[in-house]
T-cell receptor, first 117, second 113 residues
Framework: AQSVTQLDSHVSVSEGTPVLLRCNYSSSYSPSLFWYVQHPNKGLQLLLKYTSAATLVKGINGFEAEFKKSETSFHLTKPSAHMSDAAEYFCVVSPPGVDTGRRALTFGSGTRLQVQP | GAVVSQHPSRVICKSGTSVKIECRSLDFQATTMFWYRQFPKKSLMLMATSNEGSKATYEQGVEKDKFLINHASLTLSTLTVTSAHPEDSSFYIC?????????FGQGTRLTVV
């Protein structure tokens, strides 16, 4: 069984300041982990993914996340927030292996990021 | 990346009618597609797994007679909400995976009045 917990339902930052969105996972194996972003009434866009390669993963739009097995965490960070970053962010876990086409994803509850001017 | 197209993006229907939502993989074949439902300000919950050429697998608590899934080809899965009621109003999203990455449709905002 696997699960993912996003520790903050809402995060508010000022434009130009760092962003930290927290995610902890629970899995009986070494999972694949993802961060997705969803803008209002839109589908989901993949920000970055961890699939057992480098533990520090760089994604699009300046986001990155670090996989820490000892802490079972996969927090998302960005050095400087932009107004366009305001959206809903989901931490997602999937079983490992190449046949992920047949595996559904398990979503965290989401974190709404608000960016103040 | 691969493209998953979902149609329609928005639909308003009357109570008691049925609505069909299409999910297409445009540039790859998908033997498996997933349907998720998202309630307002909530996360995505898996409804069912759509398998090409066979019956869909539904998650616990999802009524298979209300949410009919058909996956007749390698590029198309449909979700039909039958006899819709206001409580079926939600955001529905499909996904398909290729090369170990999931791609999502744009979502369908269903409003039942």
């Amino acid at each position: 069984a696997q699960s993912v917990t996003q520790l903050d339902s809402h995060v508010s930052v000022s434009e130009g300041t760092p962003v930290l969105l927290r995610c902890n996972y629970s899995s009986s194996y070494s999972p694949s982990l993802f961060w997705y972003v969803q803008h209002p009434n839109k589908g989901l866009q993949l920000l970055l993914k961890y699939t057992s390669a480098a533990t520090l993963v760089k994604g699009i739009n300046g986001f990155e996340a670090e996989f820490k097995k000892s802490e079972t965490s996969f927090h998302l960070t960005k050095p400087s927030a932009h107004m366009s970053d305001a959206a809903e962010y989901f931490c997602v876990v999937s079983p490992p292996g190449v046949d992920t086409g047949r595996r559904a994803l398990t979503f965290g509850s989401g974190t709404r990021l608000q960016v103040q001017p | 990346g691969a493209v998953v197209s979902q149609h329609p993006s928005r639909v308003i229907c009357k109570s008691g009618t049925s609505v069909k939502i299409e999910c297409r993989s445009l540039d790859f074949q998908a033997t498996t597609m997933f349907w998720y439902r998202q309630f307002p300000k909530k996360s995505l919950m898996l409804m069912a797994t759509s398998n090409e050429g066979s019956k869909a697998t539904y998650e616990q608590g999802v009524e298979k007679d209300k949410f009919l899934i058909n996956h007749a080809s390698l590029t198309l899965s449909t979700l039909t909400v039958t006899s819709a009621h206001p409580e079926d109003s939600s955001f529905y999203i499909c996904s398909a995976s290729v090369r170990s990455e999931a791609f999502f449709g744009q979502g369908t905002r269903l409003t039942v009045v």
